[in-house]
């Protein structure tokens, strides 16, 4: 079983930029897709990326295409969200998600499909 723990949320203002980071722990990180999903309060929660194991293939919501980039460092087990220019609509907890990886080039992203999740990591974005 993988741990996952998210860190690099906060408040920041309309147009900035944050890179969350995603470590996991007990299992290495070479063996999962890894998905980053927002939930907003009172709404449900929705995909935002997705990355194959080998890092090959990536997946981008249409709302944060070209502002947001997933990538992870399988050495460093750890998977990263870039986010930039920010919008107070991408107000939400972000959550990172590991789903075991049957081939190298393939993520399923929809959210029934990840096995294990973070506690998730509050970003702020203030207009």
């Known amino acids: 079983q993988v741990q996952l723990v998210e860190s690099g949320g906060g408040l920041v203002q309309a147009g900035g930029s944050l890179r969350l980071s995603c470590a996991a722990s007990?299992?290495?990180?070479?063996?999962?897709?890894m998905g980053w999903f927002r939930q907003a309060p009172g709404k449900e929660r929705d995909f935002v990326a997705a990355?194959?194991?080998?890092?090959?293939?990536?997946y981008h919501a249409d709302s944060v295409k070209g502002r947001f980039t997933i990538s992870r460092d399988n050495a460093k087990n750890t998977v990263y969200l870039q986010m930039t220019t920010l919008k107070p609509e991408d107000t939400a907890v972000y959550y990172c998600?590991?789903?075991?990886?049957?081939?190298?080039?393939?993520?399923?992203?929809?959210?029934?499909?990840?096995?294990?999740w973070g506690q998730g990591t509050q970003v702020t974005v203030s207009s």
């Open positions: 007990g299992r290495p990180l070479s063996r999962y897709a």
């Open positions: 990355i194959s194991s080998s890092g090959s293939r990536t």
């Open positions: 998600a590991a789903q075991s990886a049957t081939y190298t080039n393939v993520v399923r992203v929809g959210v029934n499909e990840f096995d294990y």
